[in-house]
């Protein structure tokens, strides 16, 4: 595979008419042994190349129509909308509505082919597109009872509170024994003359079990005590019930819009009687349309409570079956948005960092050849410049001119280059002192051919090293400006946005899980490709001290 590539390259090379150096040959070879970064370098080019390919990728437009005979390729091409309804309106088509339309569905011949993400970057995603927006959720579980009860020092029930579950077997109505119904431990018993007594008692917790009901159990609780001027005449005492050992597992069922079960799961749905299932199916058919307050049903010795869900559609909205990254703040697809903002971030830095790192050398290289007043002029405004805020030459250019891709470009791009021409200076001052430049201005170079033909391309060595780390920055830059509000106008598509909306709606995780695991790939990708090529570039070889 290697040799075959090296053959091709070779004659390539031959055809075109230039070759490299054994230099230039020998730290490509460098950085292809170097498997991190030669891998990552590819890996960053194909994501670039899948970015560029965006609309072929997620795109609400077809690639491909076939109409009436004829054959259109919106994804390259713009159609009015009368050219497939015929209603005489030149605006964009809805294509999507087209496809449902019975008319065009007409046709056997007529068919439209999608990108695999059916959506844009832009596009609004309508809520009824949702998968389970149309179900309701019935949740069953069962619920413990809690009533409270005063008690006689006989242990008479003088009256309670929502305590009717403890007395459901009862004859006496009027006033019924605690201790005929649930089997009151010593302790328990020991407590309540305590507190009759007017004893000081601290809180005190019993489990009492029914005496006619196997299996049932109930928590009793006194709150603690202390004493009073006239002793007390009843104690109230807390009563919870606990559900039965044999009751069955908690319910989920699924409703659809005209109250059919779609699935059921766990046992407390079957437990209910006919009535009881007739009544839950006809309130979640209202839960369609508005909210149903929680229920609690009797079934024997269990209060079942039921509770009645709609998945309600807001944005952001969490990743679902079709929407694999979620849904931002204003309806628009992550992946879409990810997927594009690639393709910004990408040619943002590499147009940055080519226009950048050009007028660096090229200053960097003047200062350096030329020395003298030159060189200290153009420090001294390399100086005065690199002390000009640029945030607020931003804000400044971006609201008389507006803020745009090509704007943001050259702002920063006349910003970016100062550190590079450092680097270039210091090269062309270091390689014009060199015997082969003396040599060139002994045969009567000009100064253009030196800089051009033969210190240039020895000083662009060490320069080339930090093109990589240069793009990371640039996109880290530009994402760090769309997040502050101050990059490029909505509604473009950027990561440094989407992350703005998760520090608005920090609940929505997709928002920073997402766009920031796409940033640090990127950047960390960028980061081992110029590890890789700072090392191939360097000419010292590593030693080890003992």
Known sequence: MNGASSFFRKQIAGRLGWRLNPIAQKRLRRFRNM????????????????????????????????????????VFRFYPENVFTGNGRQTRPD???????????????????????????????????????????????????????????????????????????????????????????PALQEALAKRFRNEATPA??????????????????LAPFTPRSAPRTTVRLTLRQRPPADAPTPSLVTVDSTGGVVRVSGGAWTRLSEAQRAALLALAVQRFDAPVDPLMLEEGDTTWRVLFEKKEVRWPYPPVRGHWLGIDHSGRDVLARLLYGLRTSMTFGLLLVVFSMGLGIALGAIQGYFGGTTDLTFQRFTEIWSALPFLYVMILLGSIYGRGFLLLLVCYGLFNWIGISHYARAEFLR??????????????LSNRAIIFRHILPNALAPIVAFFPFQLVGAIGSLAALDYLGFGLPPPTPSWGELLQQAQQYRWAWWLILYPSLALFIVMLLGVFVGEGAREAFDPKPQVRLE
């Open 95 to 185: 294509y999507k509505r087209i496809a449902a339309d019975p008319a065009f569905k007409a046709s056997p011949s007529n068919r439209m082919i999608f990108a695999p993400l059916r959506y844009g970057p832009n596009e609004i995603i309508q809520p009824a597109s949702l998968p389970h927006t149309d179900r309701v959720t019935l949740r069953i579980t069962a619920a413990e009872r809690v009533g409270a009860v005063y008690l006689a020092p006989d242990s008479r029930v003088i009256r309670h509170l929502a305590a009717e579950f403890a007395f459901r077997d009862s004859a006496q109505a009027s006033a019924p024994r605690l201790a005929d119904h649930w089997e009151m431990p």
């Open 431 to 444: 390689l014009r002192a060199q015997p082969f430049v003396d040599a060139a201005r002994v045969l009567g």
């Open 204 to 221: 005190f917790r019993a489990l009492l079990a029914s005496r006619h009901r196997p299996g049932l159990q109930a928590e009793a609780h």
């Open 35 to 74: 498997k991190r970064a030669y891998r990552s370098l590819w890996t960053l080019a194909a994501l670039y190349v899948i970015s560029l390919c965006s609309e072929l990728l997620c795109n609400s437009d077809p690639l491909y129509v076939r109409h009436n005979g004829r054959s259109y390729f919106p």
